[in-house]
């Protein structure tokens, strides 16, 4: 035998072992699948209680809670989609990100978890809601919805029709939660199974107008839709608040438009609606249950949605070395306080509902009360995927805390800041703890870096 034939078969031996320490490391190291809603709020979950727990459809929902952990303190730094999003990739507070309010874009050369990810031999997808206006960067493959997106026929943009913010896509036909999660479900089908996966899959539902799928029309008809006891707030006669907040009526007055206006901006479902001859707490009561029922089946929807990709986790070998995650980017109002929508730091809004499942090493049914924050999830995805968290983030991996072992200098308070200031709803920052929460609401708009004044 010749020395060059040694050599080769030295060389092969090295190339082989090199596979075969490539495929195990890889193996090893866990499919990440993030799926995130648009304000799914914890009210409406079920795995947390509340007057609606016994009317929400989230069989799915509660399947996670029971195989995986449930947090009972998560919370966004910055209650609104666009900022939420980015810190949910970044893991930067707003101030850090440069994403303050819905006007500000994430650059395609700032870092994100996806490009870490990508750079550390995963093959990255994010399907579904961007709210980012400019191009997804990190991601191997991407398929998003321009803008807030639209629920039913909706288009979707990928790199090869990518325009920018509106432009661009290819229209879909059907409804936009089961679109989102049957592309979802493809992707990981057709993978390169050489690499683990991190997939992004972001629903447009809950967001108004609150739309859901003909499957769920009858859904909660003739059920009487318990109330919230704050729903009869009308200001700050009664509340003792000094701003007027996203109110009720102001829900009322969307449908009454809707109706009259096939072509105003949001098309809700279940119309004409009417409150002729009602006062004004009969009329909100009716607001509040045509709300209620759309926002319920529309979460249904996600749910159902959600019982899909487990399944195909399930049927495809892939679940015992899958991290799932459920989120929402931030709560909502349920007509507390006599509100809908977000963005205050009041616990409906402040407050991420969030479930985890990973077989391996979660044990189900359990719950943390740590206070976690949107700065943290890139963190502990960086933490299962045996990657070094990255120094732009400025959260920290909570994967000790999900086994019950919270570290002791876990944080034991919190920082929040809304920046999109106006008159009913003011810029505002505070903090909470445990125990108390201490805010400050501004009487006039800041200057800031991105701002346009």
């Known amino acids: 035998m010749t020395t060059k034939f040694f050599q080769f078969l030295a060389l092969a031996l090295v190339i082989t072992l090199s596979a075969c320490s490539t495929k195990q490391k890889n193996e090893e190291r866990p499919n990440i699948l993030f799926i995130l809603s648009d304000d799914h709020t914890s009210q409406a979950w079920g795995v947390y209680g509340g007057i609606l727990k016994d009317v929400v459809h989230t069989p799915n929902i509660r399947k996670l809670a029971d195989e995986g952990c449930v947090l009972n303190n998560c919370f966004c730094t910055n209650s609104i989609c666009t900022p939420s999003r980015a810190t949910i990739l970044t893991g930067q507070y707003s101030h850090r990100n440069g994403i303050y309010t819905l006007s500000e874009a994430m650059e395609p050369d700032s870092m994100n978890i996806a ?44 790199k090869e029709n990518w325009e920018y913010y509106y432009g661009g896509g290819v229209e879909h036909k059907g409804f936009s939660t089961d679109i989102i999660a049957g592309l979802t479900i493809d992707w990981i089908k057709n993978r390169d199974k050489t690499k683990p996966f991190l997939m992004m899959c972001h629903f447009k539902a809950t967001h108004e107008p609150f739309d859901y799928p003909e499957r769920f029309k009858n859904l909660l008809d003739g059920v009487e839709i318990p109330e919230p006891e704050s729903l009869y707030d009308f200001g700050k006669e009664t509340t003792g608040r000094t701003f ?4 009720m009526d102001a829900l009322k007055d969307r449908y009454l438009e809707n109706t009259k206006n096939p072509d105003f901006w949001a098309h809700y479902p279940g119309l004409p609606f009417s409150v002729d001859g009602l006062d004004s707490i009969a009329a909100r009561k009716k607001t509040y249950h045509k709300f209620i029922k759309d926002y319920i089946r529309s979460g249904a929807a996600v749910d159902d949605n959600i019982g899909k990709l487990l399944d195909y986790l399930e049927k495809s070998g892939l679940a015992k070395n899958t991290v799932v995650i459920y989120t929402a980017d931030q709560g909502y109002f349920l007509g ?28 189900g049914g359990s719950r943390i009360d740590d206070i976690i924050l949107n700065i943290d999830f890139p963190a502990l995805l960086a933490d299962y995927a045996n990657i070094k968290k990255p120094a732009f983030i400025q959260g ?4 000790e805390n999900l086994k019950g072992n919270t570290p002791k200098e876990w944080r034991k308070s919190m920082y929040y800041r809304y920046w999109l200031h106006s008159v009913k709803r003011p810029g505002h920052f505070g903090i909470r703890n445990h125990r108390y929460k201490l805010a400050f609401f501004l009487r006039a708009k800041l200057k800031y870096a991105g701002s346009r004044t």
């Open 115 to 158: 490009k870490v990810f990508q750079k550390n031999g995963y093959q990255t997808a994010i399907i579904g809601k961007w709210h980012l206006k400019k191009e997804p960067a990190g991601f191997d493959y991407y398929c998003v919805l321009p803008g807030q997106g639209r629920y039913w026929n909706p288009v979707l943009k990928t």
């Open 396 to 399: 920290e991996s909570f994967r």
């Open 244 to 247: 007027e907040g996203q109110t």
């Open 336 to 363: 507390e306080h006599g509100f809908f929508d977000k963005r205050l730091i009041y616990e409906e809004s402040l407050r991420m509902p969030f479930v985890i499942r990973y077989p391996k090493e979660i044990k």
